[in-house]
């Protein structure tokens, strides 16, 4: 496998077969500070990658058949880690400085909980499996996708007071907490093909809301 690295300390290592990777192979890696490994057969990433006080601007290993991530990740600043379409069944421990993460597309099954993300902006993990998501310090959370999961609640999102995008589409959520009232910055909030029967009255107060999406639940005219 040939790894080309770029003078920006840029590595791209995109649509090749490659399954693993040697230990000559990764000491150019460890060398990078942004690394793109998308579209190959990797099972798993080395933890050499990741080791402790460095620094990663980007890491993407999108489209490959990852099943984990090293624990070591979490040792390491990285500003996006994009992980989506790969086979993924736990959320790994954010590294330091993460502002992006990306497990969309993964078999993310069952209950997850997500702590430690003090700088994170933007999580996406639509297209999983989830039936309930605990987040635990994300006070810096703009955007979040959940959507195509199956869900019967939203997470609290109360302690995420910059969130402006709530992306919850495909999910089994019946009913809305009042916690969304603690979002005074939320502008659009996507609730389509859920099972919504009731059209809450508090959303009134969600002043900076633009874009609300409700089509395909249960509401009837007599309770909106």
Known sequence: MHTPMFDDGTV????????????????????????????????????????????????????????????????????????????????????AGLQLLDLSSNVLRGSHKLDSADELRTLRLQDNGLTELQL??????????????????????????????????????????HQLLELPHLVELDLSFNHLYVLPTFLDGLRALRRLALQHNRLSRHRL
């Open 136 to 177: 635990v310090g994300a006070p810096s959370l703009a955007s979040i996708d959940l959507s195509r999961n199956q869900l019967a609640q939203l997470p609290d999102l109360s302690r995420s007071e910059r969130l402006g995008k709530v992306l919850a589409a495909h999910n089994r959520l019946p009913c809305l907490p």
């Open 12 to 95: 791209v290592l995109r649509g090749s077969d490659a399954s693993e990777m040697s230990a000559p192979e990764t000491e150019v890696l460890i060398k990078a500070r942004e690394l793109d490994l998308c579209g190959n057969l990797l099972t798993a990433l080395p933890p050499a990658l990741f080791v402790e006080g460095d620094s990663w601007k980007e890491v993407a290993a999108c489209r490959n058949k990852l099943e984990s991530v090293p624990e070591t990740v979490g040792r390491v600043r990285c500003s996006k880690l994009q992980l989506q379409h790969n086979l993924i069944t736990a959320i790994p421990k954010p590294p």
